[in-house]
């Protein structure tokens, strides 16, 4: 049962993945793009991470698509890929890298020592990352809420209009 | 019987290498940006399934602080996007090299 879903449930990814970077429409590319991370989302329900599954929904799928497709609107891009490609020597290279960077990391994947297995957590997800998050990770916690502050700092002045 | 933690690691190499490919092949920076996204959650994938075979919930606690991260700099990064729109009226990463050499 577990094995089915996860079959079904990658090829969604990969599927999703393969049409973000093939097709040649912004917008297609980015509805392929929720579909890879709600896919994703389920992968970490099936991995007993609920509370980051409910995160990438709210956090990727909902928030920062919805900046992308804004963007995407705003800008109206798809132009720029028609005519020639100045650079298309360099292009075609990116399928062979692309293939070694695959195998080199599968073969990672598979052939590591792998750590010993653990046993399995106590106490609710949301309970546990909770607690870690304010006791042993408080600092970075802290950093995280001075990033996004300079974050919006920033975008505001980028954003500005020239007087 | 569970599906190990070597098979979710394939899928994210998959999913890391494709997103590799997608920077290197497309010209329009926004989907540059999405590519970049998928990198991201591929090492978040597998950061999950470490975790997961650990029995630890640090691995999680690592991937919710590169979901904030990524928040910002997907903020950061279109903003810039616009404002070079808005002084080139064009949006293709190869008219981008006045910091190149």
């Known amino acids: 049962m577990e094995w089915v879903a996860f079959v079904i449930i990658s090829l969604i990814a990969l599927g999703s993945a ?10 297609h590319g980015a509805l392929f793009l929720v579909a890879n991370l709600g896919s994703i989302a389920a992968l970490y329900l099936m991995l007993g991470a609920e509370f980051l599954a409910a995160a990438q929904v709210i956090v990727y799928a909902g928030a920062i698509m919805v900046l992308f497709v804004f963007a995407i609107m705003v800008l109206i891009p798809g132009k720029e890929e028609t005519g020639p490609d100045p650079r298309r020597v360099w292009r075609l290279l990116a399928l062979p890298l692309g293939t070694a960077l695959l195998l080199v990391l599968a073969v990672m994947a598979v052939t590591g020592r792998s750590p010993a297995a653990g046993r399995p957590p106590v106490g609710g997800n949301v309970e546990t990352i909770g607690r870690l998050l304010f006791t042993d990770y408080l600092f970075p916690f802290e950093l995280t809420s001075v990033l ?14 020239r007087a | 019987m569970s599906v190990p933690a070597t098979y979710y690691l394939a899928l994210a190499a998959a999913l890391f290498s494709i997103g590799v490919v997608g920077v290197i092949i497309r010209r329009n920076p926004l989907v540059i940006f999405m ?3 998928l990198m991201l959650n591929a090492a978040n994938l597998s950061f999950v399934a470490f975790g997961h075979r650990l029995g630890s919930p640090d691995g ?25 729109f808005r002084l080139r009226r064009r949006l293709s990463v190869d008219d981008l090299n006045l910091m190149r050499w």
């Open chain 2, 35 to 37: 590519s970049i996204e």
């Open chain 1, 148 to 161: 996004l502050l300079a974050a919006m700092v920033g975008v505001l002045l980028l954003a500005r209009r």
């Open chain 2, 60 to 84: 999680q606690v690592v991937v919710f602080f590169v979901m904030a991260v990524a928040a910002a700099e997907v903020a950061v990064g279109l903003a810039i996007i616009v404002a070079i």
């Open chain 1, 18 to 27: 393969l049409g973000l970077i093939l097709k040649r429409n912004a917008i």
